[in-house]
T-cell receptor, first 109, second 117 residues
Framework: GQNIDQPTEMTATEGAIVQINCTYQ??????LFWYQQHAGEAPTFLSY??LDGLEEKGRFSSFLSRSKGYSYLLLKELQMKDSASYLC??????????WGAGTKLIIKP | ETGVTQTPRHLVMGMTNKKSLKCEQH?????MYWYKQSAKKPLELMFV???????ENNSVPSRFSPECPNSSHLFLHLHTLQPEDSALYLC????????????????FGAGSRLTVL
């Protein structure tokens, strides 16, 4: 079966760096997406990776290793507003999005 | 209005009621989706409409009935629901292009929180 694994919850300190991991086993691969979802709000798109390597976008970076079935989202200079759930999703060979259960990130002062 | 709007934001219904969720997108996208989000579970795709035609129905019980009258509007009709159907129902849209998978970014609405008593 197809599966996406990511930690259920993580805690980090304001101003620090946190890495949220995502591992996947899917039928084919057409890209990996990260979304951010604040409590009670809509998920919003953060990043897309289809080739191996690091994509940087301001304080957020996303890394992909297709051979390892692994990605991470790196958040730098954490701010209180980064407290949210982070959703990892992989598009499989049938162009279906397979979702992880999300990682709830708690930022402490 | 911009983006994807969903109404109502909150809905409480009995098991014998009939209600509908509404979604509207103002982005000119060609695909619309219904997802179910339950606590600590992955998003579950329920229905997809591409160019107004339903292309996916992931074994969703018949008590959920979608309707897509045009490319901007999507409804989810609910009847004789069960308590386990209580969840957040998210609508999303995208500009679907098989050749540009990275462009298939979903824009979500804020969701309709459904409670079935």
């Amino acid at each position: 079966g197809q599966n996406i694994d990511q930690p259920t919850e993580m805690t980090a300190t304001e101003g620090a760096i946190v890495q949220i991991n995502c591992t996947y086993q899917t039928s084919g691969f057409n890209g990996l997406f990260w979304y951010q979802q604040h409590a009670g709000e809509a998920p919003t798109f953060l990043s897309y990776n289809v080739l191996d390597g690091l994509e940087e976008k301001g304080r957020f970076s996303s890394f992909l290793s297709r051979s390892k079935g692994y990605s991470y989202l790196l958040l730098k200079e954490l701010q209180m507003k980064d407290s949210a759930s982070y959703l990892c999703a992989v598009m499989d060979s049938n162009y279906q999005l397979i979702w992880g259960a999300g990682t709830k990130l708690i930022i402490k002062p | 209005e911009t983006g994807v709007t969903q109404t109502p934001r909150h809905l409480v219904m009995g098991m014998t009621n009939k209600k509908s969720l509404k979604c509207e997108q103002h982005l000119g996208h060609n695909a619309m989706y219904w997802y179910k989000q339950s606590a600590k579970k992955p998003l579950e795709l329920m229905f997809v409409y591409n160019f107004k035609e339903q292309t996916e129905n992931n074994s969703v019980p018949s008590r959920f009935s979608p309707e897509c009258p045009n490319s901007s509007h999507l409804f989810l009709h609910l009847h004789t629901l069960q308590p386990e159907d209580s969840a957040l129902y998210l609508c999303a849209s995208s500009q679907w292009d098989r050749g540009l998978t990275g462009a298939n970014v979903l824009t979500f609405g804020a969701g309709s929180r459904l409670t079935v008593l």
